[in-house]
């Protein structure tokens, strides 16, 4: 099913490289498509890049990033903290070192979650700070355009993330009045 997913969010990806400003410079000339193009969609995390307060209360811990706050489960010298998105905090306090692992939601590009390790230093009386930089969930994706043999123009796409452009294949460009289609015999066509 991920599969199938990501292949329409990357059909809607090429879709999108193919737009308007593509399709403006094929109605002057095909030829004027040849290069690479390139598109880039960010899904996430919802958190990312920022600074984690850790504060412990009579045996207790509070979590706080951006605009959010948590408040500890688990064992005083494990606490475990859940922020939106299903983005999880898990603490190990051990003789006055503090470190835990930003454990992220699963990605859109790869399906599978993710942990980044987040260091605490003390600032100050029973507070931390930790940084978090989780995995970007980015996807990639390069249309290369080529003169074709006796004429015309060839496509293909390459996605480094997941090779997605494999599947896809290489096509044939055709440019017909108001779109750019990429055309390949027995598959649907791409249409920006």
Request: charged fraction near 15%.
């Amino acid at each position: 099913m991920r599969t199938k997913a990501l292949g329409i969010v990357s059909v809607a990806v090429v879709a999108s490289i193919l737009g308007s400003w593509c399709v403006a410079t094929a109605a002057a000339s095909p030829q004027g498509l040849v290069g690479i193009w390139s598109s880039e969609r960010t899904f996430g995390p919802l958190i990312a890049g920022g600074v984690v307060i850790l504060r412990r209360h009579d045996g207790s811990w509070n979590a706080h990033i951006g605009y959010e706050d948590a408040q500890s489960s688990g064992s005083p010298n494990e606490p475990n903290f859940k922020f939106s998105g299903g983005t999880e905090l898990r603490v190990r306090s051990t003789a006055g070192s503090v470190l835990g692992q930003w454990i992220q939601p699963a990605t859109v590009t790869t399906g599978y979650r993710f942990a980044s390790p987040v260091e605490f230093v003390p600032a100050g009386d029973n507070t931390w700070l930790g940084h978090v930089h989780p995995l970007a969930d980015v996807q990639h994706l390069y249309l290369f355009i080529t003169p074709a043999a006796g004429g015309g123009l060839n496509a293909f796409i390459r996605n480094p993330e997941s090779n997605l452009g494999a599947r896809i294949g290489t096509r044939s460009v055709v440019v017909n009045g108001q779109g750019v289609f990429l055309r390949k015999a027995g598959s649907r066509d791409i249409i920006g």
